[in-house]
């Protein structure tokens, strides 16, 4: 993939009357190169903006109907023979440091302070520690959000990861300006692609990562979505690339089974997966049991692929590491029992996902044959902290805007439909509108029903305001239903009354606009006074308690009924709690290191050794010399406080030891 935030230039000088970000002309220095750096410092992403729901949407549709006719991973497999991708060795004599980080890709603060703390030391100075740069990057998955189209890697991974750990400048200025700057000694990234990244058929993901071109100071080595990587001592790393919700292909398959084929007696592989389908087992397993009779409900393709990996490597497998889901979470085998580690840890940089709803314990699973009984061992954030954040979405309103708007034009379109057809004489409202029957209403809750009688005896009138109440109430009912699995029929019953709910809110909004600018005011309905006025209450009024009402109804759904687990944090775009993990291989043992940010900084300065040409909106355009070694930006006070989440973790020969 070709960088386009980075392009060489000698030394130079502004040129007068052009554009910020595009003002300078090369002047030749014999002495000096410098190079102009853009980095787009990009929000996190609105999941709820109106736009934001019908792009995900449709490029998802798109995204599954194609990967249903075309695997973009047959193609690799043809481009690489297995003969022509062995595995990518890490020759060390002593000591290697590994870090694994997943989920990254979302809003600058949260991935930039992510991508920081991956490309430099941890000094951990309350448990005397300190763990050195890891020789190796591990991503774990969807390194970009919501997808990959429009520059989304450029500006929501590669910038953050540049800037964190830049190339060097060199100091003659090369002959081919897209020649990569590499340095010898230079840490790897290998990624593992997640369902953002194939939103586009993995084409951005296979330019990025498997060409061999650098990201930053970081060399990429891997040639397909799944790679094999060989320590010293008898360790191994797996990637597995699972489509989707598609099984594992027939080619990468077959490359596993060569690569188990190399497995000497006593190897240990931690296993590297898109996302904890373990979990989803587990919870289909107690679905199972709580059901008077049996069900067809079967495991998912992808816990199907990742256990044909788990049977194949048997004994060898030490861990499974997973993202997808924006939290750390532990699973370790009960005493007594044999099992490996399962541990999610996706905090890259994506908004933060609940550990309040997890199985604890889960329920066992079956690999091989075995039964593999686990219990929770470590979370973060941890439960209660969790649900204190669930119970935070009501303030929809102050976090989310844009749909707030959209609610609000919503219920103007509504009120607007019944107003509209209530200009037709009828006896029961002596032939006049609703608004105005409202308006002699008094506010209490004995007239409620009649409020309801009379819009009921509107709408029978009015075939769009039905359609229109229909598809607000089936609305709201199937986003109630999403992702769940267990009891649909409640949750789209819980759904439908949050859309009668907004319909009441509509109604409730017109008789109070009735009662305040017709019995108080005494303007005329069709008054242009009254309309704007009508316009400006409904849609501050309306964005406000409408965006109250769903955000307060998620987090009731959830507190009572387990709904919205997604929706009631994605809504908030948390960007704190973040974590990822450093691994330490030494001879015969493997020290995990579960590491978090309580806090991603929010406020920056540049660093030592560059210089700001221009910024334009979120762009910064800056130059950059051989003498600029460090990170184009640094915290503008203090520095990153990275904690321990829970004591090491010991792997040794098949056990583990917290």
């Given amino acids: 993939m070709k960088e386009q935030s980075i392009e060489f230039r000698a030394g130079e000088a502004p040129t007068p009357h052009s554009s910020p970000l595009a003002m300078t002309r090369p002047t030749q220095s014999p002495t000096l190169n410098s190079r102009i750096e853009l980095y787009t410092q990009e929000a996190m992403v609105n999941w709820l903006g109106p736009l934001q729901l019908m792009r995900t949407g449709l490029q998802t549709a798109v995204a599954t109907t194609m990967g249903a006719f075309a695997d973009p991973r047959e193609v690799l497999a043809m481009l690489n023979p297995r003969d022509s991708n062995p595995p990518i060795q890490v020759a060390a004599d002593g000591d290697v440091w590994i870090d694994y980080l997943a989920d990254t890709g979302d809003g600058w603060d949260s991935t930039y302070s992510m991508a920081l703390c991956v490309s430099h030391a941890v000094e951990l100075p309350e448990h005397q520690l300190s763990l050195p740069r890891g020789d190796v990057l591990l991503l774990g998955g969807d390194q970009v959000y919501p997808t990959p189209a429009r520059n989304g890697y450029r500006t929501r991974f590669l910038d953050p990861f540049r800037a964190a750990f830049p190339a060097p400048v060199p100091k003659e200025r090369p002959n081919d300006q897209d020649q990569p700057v590499r340095q010898p000694g230079a840490p790897w990234i290998l990624a593992t692609p997640g369902n953002h990244d194939w939103y586009d058929g993995l084409r951005g993901f296979s330019q990025l990562f498997c060409e061999q071109k650098p990201i930053g100071a970081w060399e990429t080595r891997q040639r397909t979505g799944y790679y094999v990587l060989q320590l010293p001592h008898g360790w191994w790393i797996w990637g597995l690339d699972l489509q989707f919700e598609s099984m594992i292909d027939r080619q990468q398959k077959q490359y596993f089974e060569q690569m188990h084929a190399k497995l000497q007696p006593g190897d240990r592989v931690i296993l590297c997966t898109p996302e904890p389908s373990w979990v989803d087992e587990a919870e289909r397993l107690a679905r199972e049991e709580s059901k008077a009779l049996p069900s067809i409900e079967t495991q998912t393709p992808r816990f199907r692929s990742l256990r044909e990996i788990e049977e194949l490597l048997g004994d060898h497998l030490a861990v499974v590491l997973a993202g997808d889901s924006h939290h750390y979470a ?324 098949g056990r583990a030891v917290p």
């Fill in 330 to 653: 532990r699973y370790q085998p009960k005493a007594g029992t044999q099992a490996p580690q399962r541990i999610t840890c996706g905090g890259g940089g994506a908004f933060l996902n609940a550990t309040h709803q997890l199985p604890d314990p889960p329920k066992p699973i079956n690999v091989g044959g075995t039964r593999q009984h686990y219990e929770l061992a470590a979370v973060y954030p941890d439960k209660k902290t969790s649900e204190q954040l669930r119970n935070r979405a009501w303030r929809l309103p102050t976090r989310n805007l844009s749909f707030c708007g959209m609610l609000a034009i919503l219920y103007l379109l509504f009120d607007w439909m019944v107003q509209s057809a209530s200009t037709v004489p009828h006896p029961a409202r002596g032939n006049r509108s609703l608004m105005d029957v409202l308006s002699d209403l008094q506010a209490s809750i004995s007239n409620i029903s009649e409020v309801w009688r009379h819009l009921l005896l509107v709408m029978s009138h009015s075939p769009s305001s039905v359609m229109f109440a229909v598809i607000i109430v089936l609305g709201c009912a199937v986003f109630s239903a999403a992702g769940v699995k267990r009891t649909r029929k409640l949750a789209y019953a819980i759904g439908a009354a949050h859309g009668v709910l907004h319909l009441g809110l509509a109604i409730g909004l017109l008789w109070l606009m009735g009662r305040v600018n017709i019995h108080y005011l005494q303007l005329e309905v069709e008054n242009l006074h009254q309309v704007l006025l009508f316009l400006a209450e409904t849609l501050v009024l309306g964005g406000s308690l409408g965006g109250l009402l769903f955000g307060a109804w998620m987090v009731m759904g959830n507190t009572f009924w387990g709904l919205h687990s997604e929706a009631v944090f994605s809504s908030q775009c948390i960007a704190d709690h973040k974590c990822f993990l450093r691994m330490h291989f030494k001879g015969d043992q493997l020290t995990l290191y579960p590491l978090k940010l309580e806090k991603v900084c929010r406020r920056w300065s540049l660093g030592s050794g560059v210089a700001k040409l221009a910024k334009v909106q979120r762009t910064w355009r800056l130059r950059a010399t051989p003498e600029s070694t460090g990170p184009r930006f640094v915290p503008a006070s203090g520095a990153l406080e990275l904690q321990l989440i829970e004591p090491p973790i010991e792997i040794q020969r």
